[in-house]
T-cell receptor, first 114, second 120 residues
Framework: ETGVTQSPTHLIKTRGQQVTLRCSSQ?????VSWYQQALGQGPQFIFQ???????GRGNFPPRFSGLQFPNYSSELNVNALELDDSALYLC?????????????FGEGSWLTVV | AQTVTQSQPEMSVQEAETVTLSCTYD???????LFWYKQPPSRQMILVIR??????QNATENRFSVNFQKAAKSFSLKISDSQLGDTAMYFC?????????????????FGQGTILTVHP
């Protein structure tokens, strides 16, 4: 097991609602990245947080937003949920302090939008 | 922008045999990292092996090895002595090196994945 924990594990939301997913990073890791993985596809990079600021974003609309806290944990928020937002959301932690450091993934949060 | 292509949606192999998964990528960068990740039904993404582009020697990790062809932009994974526990989805991924003033570490571009089934 990695030291990256995500919550909740599974959740069901209604179209138009808002959702918050949480991630606690590996000890000593100061960078958190979020990915969306639709069923049967590879993960897609949503954004990364470094030093509590967004540090790069993939091709996702502004209704996907996030936060990073002083303890390096992070939240992913999605507003105005759409059916296509149904996916596995993966959090990954890493550190710029250790060259070549491994990137650790959490077990993901399954989001179903109905 | 980088792209990663895995042309084999599904592969199968008999237990104890060898299988090779293919991956090609496109980038204008000279230095970068390449990864193979394994994702079993539990959905936990597990690092299998990592290659740094400036290293000419192919990476190996026990039964797993890669054939890194930088000029051809090819990065295949060879699994020797396949085991039932190797059954999973395998993803090839690309990452740029850290950029000045920030960090690119952790921003992975994944391929579409290859489902590997190991038969007893």
């Amino acid at each position: 097991e990695t030291g990256v924990t995500q919550s909740p594990t599974h959740l069901i939301k209604t179209r138009g609602q808002q959702v918050t997913l949480r991630c606690s990073s590996q000890s000593g890791h100061n960078t958190v990245s979020w990915y969306q993985q639709a069923l049967g596809q590879g993960p897609q990079f949503i954004f990364q947080y470094y030093r509590e600021e967004e540090n790069g974003r993939g091709n996702f609309p502004p209704r996907f937003s996030g936060l990073q806290f002083p303890n390096y944990s992070s939240e992913l928020n999605v507003n105005a949920l759409e059916l296509d937002d149904s996916a596995l959301y993966l959090c990954a932690s890493s550190s710029d302090r250790i060259p070549g450091n491994t990137i650790y993934f959490g077990e993901g949060s399954w989001l179903t939008v109905v | 922008a980088q792209t990663v292509t895995q042309s084999q949606p599904e592969m199968s192999v008999q237990e104890a045999e060898t299988v090779t998964l293919s991956c090609t990528y496109d980038t204008s960068e000279n230095n970068y990292y390449l990864f193979w990740y394994k994702q079993p039904p539990s959905r936990q993404m597990i690092l299998v092996i990592r290659q740094e582009a400036y290293k000419q020697q192919n990476a190996t990790e026990n039964r797993f090895s890669v054939n890194f062809q930088k000029a051809a932009k090819s990065f295949s994974l060879k699994i020797s002595d396949s085991q039932l526990g190797d059954t999973a989805m395998y993803f090839c991924a690309f990452m740029k090196p850290s950029n000045a003033g920030g960090t690119s570490y952790g921003k992975l571009t994944f391929g579409q994945g290859t489902i590997l089934t190991v038969h007893p």
